[in-house]
């Protein structure tokens, strides 16, 4: 999805309407929504690009915003002990719950962040180079968890 420029399109859409909502940075929102898809570790190897960019502020609130999730595969679990409909909702109000902490603890003023491209993570590199890239980060990050 990267590669294709599917993925920033998304990032543009999701984090815009949540920025709106929140008041934080779009990047940081679409960090939330994607935390909760692909996890807490697997989810910044979307961003190596761009991690050494980032302030040390958006750093915090990127990984409050991670740590503060499951992956899918926990919240499979969660249903099977649950109904579904709660879990999801949980899911949701834990997502904003962590927005509400993060801009008590890590206040942002809307704008005074630069923003961030994600295009320019894979500009002259071909599909099969930047699925190896991402092959092998991800298993670098398995061989830390």
């Known amino acids: ?9 998304f990032i543009r859409v999701i984090g815009t309407l949540l920025s709106k909502v929140n ?11 994607s935390s909760l898809i692909l ?3 697997e989810n910044f190897i979307a961003y190596k690009g761009v991690l050494g960019d980032l302030t040390s502020r958006r ?10 999730t499951v992956s899918l595969s926990i919240v499979g679990a969660y249903m099977t ?4 409909k709660y ?6 109000l834990n997502m904003f719950s962590t927005f509400i ?3 008590v603890i890590n206040p942002t003023r809307p704008g005074s962040e630069q ?4 295009e320019k993570l894979h500009e002259s590199q071909s599909f099969f180079e930047m699925l190896g890239e991402y092959i092998l980060a991800g298993f670098k990050v398995a061989m830390i968890i």
């Not at 008041?23 to 929504?33: D, H, T, W």
């Not at 750093?59 to 503060?68: D, E, G, K, R």
């Not at 002990?81 to 579904?84: C, E, G, N, S």
């Not at 923003?115 to 994600?118: A, D, R």
């Open 1 to 9: 999805l990267q590669h294709w420029r599917i993925l920033p399109i």
């Open 23 to 33: 008041g934080m940075g779009k990047l940081e929102s679409f960090n939330a929504v």
């Open 39 to 41: 996890g807490q570790s």
């Open 59 to 68: 750093l915090f609130t990127m990984a409050a915003t991670a740590m503060s």
């Open 81 to 84: 002990m649950l109904d579904a």
């Open 87 to 92: 879990v999801v909702a949980a899911l949701i």
């Open 101 to 103: 902490v993060l801009s």
């Open 115 to 118: 923003e961030i491209k994600l």
